[in-house]
């Protein structure tokens, strides 16, 4: 199966690099460019891409806004947003991963990981490495809330087992160390994570873990 990609950032001279990067894989095509946030959202309707590649800063609209109208709550469209990101302490990677986005990477990753990368969120998965996800949680844990909330209603749909694996999710941990860790097979926790998305009407893994620390079910720093 061909994958299309979109490629987003304001600057030609990095579209140009990663383009040529993933035309030399069979499996990748780049379907279109966009120099900001706007003329992403045109795109994607217009080429229907699998993967879009998203820069966080750019002008007229930003890639936090273009990935919430792309991929956020109630938007059940095809495309899947890959954030790219010169910092890794770039607070807005937080806000694009709480918009919908399936994870991020840096822009000077190299270029096995990024062709990876693209390949894992197309298929339905929610990031290279998920333990980044909870890295920045931890970083950003005062833009999260206290804990001292009622959890949501939503969370009493899961069952307890279900529970575990969320938590387990949010901690970063792969489904095969899930599977360790609950001494389950990795097929059983493959399950579990998608009887968990279902019921909380989350897209992926990404936004389970965001949703668990600003539940409260997780705290950051925990273990």
Known sequence: MTIRVLLVDDQPLLRTGFRMILEAESDLVVVGEAGDGQQALEQVRALQPDVVLMDIRMPR???VEATRRIAGPGRDGPAKVLVLTTFDLDEYVVEALRAGASGFL????PAEELVQAIRVVADGAAML?????RRLLDMYATKL???DEAPPQALTALTE???EVLKLVARGLSNAEIAGELFVSETTVKTHVGHVLTKLQLRDRVQAAVYAYESGLVRPGAQ
């Open 129 to 133: 490495a998920p333990s980044i996800t």
């Open 145 to 147: 809330p206290s804990g």
């Open 161 to 163: 087992r279900e529970l």
């Open 61 to 63: 609209m930003d890639g």
């Open 106 to 109: 840096l822009k000077d990753v």
